[in-house]
C-alpha cells in the first residue's frame, strides 16, 4: 500500500526544505563576500528561486483544480463522460477519485434513466389509448401512434394546432373533446360505430401549462363483454334443456316401444314426432353451445391459393383480383368458417352468383378480405342489430352466423364490419392484423 502524504505535510516539507537552503546559501553567501553584499547576492539568488519552487509546488495543483473545475461544469451540462487521471497520495488525490466516482455512478444512472424512458415510449406508443399533450398556444407537442391513427391518418401530430385537427375530426369526437367532460361517447367511422371514453388532465411541465387529452377506444372491449353476457346465458339455457331433453327422449323411444307391441301405429307416429322434435332441439341447442365454447385460434402458417381453393368447393364466387405472394397466419379452420358464412350469406341475399365475389390483400398493417354481393343489402336498422347473437333475419335462422364470425376475427385481434355498397349489395371486410412474432409479418 502506497504511503500516503498529505498536502499540508508536503507544503511544510518544502517550506522547510527550501527554508534551510537559503539559510545555508546566505551563510556561505556572508561568509565568502561579507555581510552586505553577500546578503544582496543571497536575496537575489533566493527569491527567484523561492518563486519557482512555489511555482513547482503548486502548479500541479492548480491544474488540477482547474480540471476539476471543468468537470463540475460538464455535470452541469449533463456530461458525465469526463474522467480525471492523477496518481496523487493526498486530498487532492482523494477528491479526484471520488470526482471519477461521482461521474461513473451519474453515468449509469442516466443510462437506467434513457432504458426507462426508451420503455415508456414502447409502452406509450404501443398502448391502445390515444393520447395527446399540448401546450398553452394549443400545439401538439406529443402524440402516441393511436393518436395519430385517429386525427392524423397514422401521420405525426407534433406542430399541430389541437384547434386544427379538431375541425377535420367527426363532429362527435369533436364536441366530446371541446366540452372538456369525461365519459363515453360514440363515432361512426366507415360505416361502424366506434365507443370511446374521453377524459382530461391539466398539469405544469418546465414551469408551463399542459393539456393532455386520453381516448380509449372501448367497442372490442364492450363486444367482448357483450358476448360473454350471451355466452353465459346461453350454458344456462343449454344446461337446463339438456337437462329436460334426454327424459323426454328417453322416454319418447320408451312410449315408441310400447305403442309398437300395442299395435297402435297412432301412437308410434305420435311418439317418434315427439323423439325427432326432441332431437331437432337439441340440435338446435348444440349450435348455440358450439358458440359459448369457441376454443383459442390455433395459429398457423397457411398457403392462400390452396385456401381459396377449398372455399370454392364449397360455395362458389368470384375472385377479385391476384392473392397476396406473403402466407397468412391464423387458425384455418375457424378463419373457413367464417368466410364460409359470408359467401352462402351473400349467395342467399338474392344476389347472382357471378355478383359474389371475394378480394384479399395485405400490406404492412395487416390483411383484408372482402367479401361482396349485389343483393338488396341491409336496412339501417339491421346493419345495427346484424352482429348481435340472435338476431337474423331470416324465417329459420338461429341469428349465430355473423355473431360467431365477428367472434372468431376478434379472437384473431381483427375486425369485421358491414356496409351497404353504394351501388347496391352487402360489403363485409374481415381485417387481421400482422402481429410481430408471427410468421409472415413485418
Not at 466516482?101 to 398502448?127: D, F, K, P
Not at 365454447?293 to 375472385?319: C, H, I, M, N, Q
Not at 355473423?402 to 353504394?422: M, P, Q, T
Request: glycine share 10%; hydrophobic share 45%.
Amino acid at each position: 500500500m502506497a504511503t500516503r502524504f498529505s498536502l499540508e505535510g508536503r507544503a511544510a516539507a518544502v517550506i522547510v526544505a527550501f527554508g534551510a537552503v537559503a539559510v545555508a546559501a546566505s551563510a556561505v553567501a556572508v561568509a565568502f563576500l561579507g555581510p552586505l553584499t553577500g546578503g544582496l547576492v543571497a536575496f537575489a539568488v533566493l527569491v527567484p528561486a523561492g518563486l519557482y519552487a512555489a511555482r513547482l509546488f503548486a502548479g500541479p495543483v492548480n491544474r488540477l483544480v482547474r480540471a476539476l473545475r471543468d468537470g463540475v461544469a460538464s455535470f452541469r451540462d449533463g456530461d458525465f463522460s469526463v474522467n480525471l487521471v492523477d496518481q496523487r497520495n493526498d486530498e487532492l488525490g482523494e477528491l479526484v477519485r471520488a470526482y471519477n466516482e461521482a461521474s461513473a455512478v451519474l453515468r449509469g444512472e442516466r443510462q437506467n434513466l434513457y432504458q426507462r424512458e426508451l420503455l415508456l415510449e414502447s409502452v406509450i406508443q404501443s398502448m391502445p389509448w390515444a393520447i395527446v399533450l399540448s401546450n398553452p398556444g394549443g400545439r401538439v407537442v406529443y402524440g402516441n401512434v393511436a393518436a395519430r391513427r385517429l386525427f392524423n391518418d397514422g401521420r405525426k401530430l407534433e406542430g399541430h394546432s389541437v384547434a386544427g385537427l379538431l375541425a377535420q375530426a367527426p363532429e362527435e369526437l369533436r364536441e366530446a373533446l371541446e366540452s372538456g367532460r369525461e365519459g363515453m361517447f360514440a363515432v361512426r367511422r366507415a360505416g361502424e360505430e366506434e365507443i370511446y371514453y374521453v377524459t382530461r388532465e391539466v398539469f405544469t411541465l418546465n414551469a408551463r401549462r399542459h393539456e393532455m387529452y386520453l381516448l380509449k377506444l372501448l367497442t372490442r372491449e364492450l363486444n367482448r363483454q357483450e358476448v360473454a353476457t350471451w355466452k353465459k346465458v346461453i350454458r344456462v339455457i343449454s344446461h337446463e334443456l339438456n337437462n329436460s331433453l334426454a327424459p323426454i327422449s328417453s322416454l319418447a323411444h320408451s312410449g315408441q316401444a310400447i305403442a309398437r307391441d300395442a299395435d297402435s301405429p297412432r301412437m308410434v307416429d305420435l311418439f317418434a314426432a315427439v323423439g325427432e322434435r326432441a332431437a331437432h332441439l337439441k340440435s338446435f341447442i348444440d349450435g348455440y353451445a358450439s358458440f359459448a365454447k369457441l376454443p383459442a385460434p390455433r395459429f398457423e402458417t397457411v398457403a392462400w391459393e390452396g385456401f381459396v381453393d377449398s372455399l370454392r368447393e364449397v360455395v362458389p364466387f368470384t375472385l377479385d383480383g391476384g392473392l397476396p405472394e406473403r402466407p397468412g397466419y391464423f387458425d384455418r379452420t375457424q378463419l373457413q368458417q367464417v368466410l364460409i358464412n359470408l359467401l352462402k350469406n351473400a349467395v342467399e341475399s338474392g344476389s347472382p352468383p357471378e355478383a359474389v365475389r371475394l378480394s384479399v390483400h395485405a400490406d404492412a398493417r395487416g390483411t383484408w378480405l372482402d367479401v361482396q354481393d349485389a343483393g338488396p343489402g341491409m336496412a339501417p336498422e339491421v346493419l345495427e342489430q346484424a352482429l348481435l347473437p340472435f338476431y337474423s333475419t331470416k324465417q329459420a335462422g338461429t341469428g349465430l352466423g355473423l355473431s360467431l364470425s365477428r367472434e372468431i376475427v376478434e379472437g384473431h385481434d381483427g375486425r369485421l364490419s358491414l356496409a351497404n355498397r353504394a351501388g347496391g349489395g352487402l360489403h363485409v371486410r374481415v381485417w387481421l392484423p400482422c402481429v410481430s412474432g408471427r410468421p409472415g409479418s413485418e
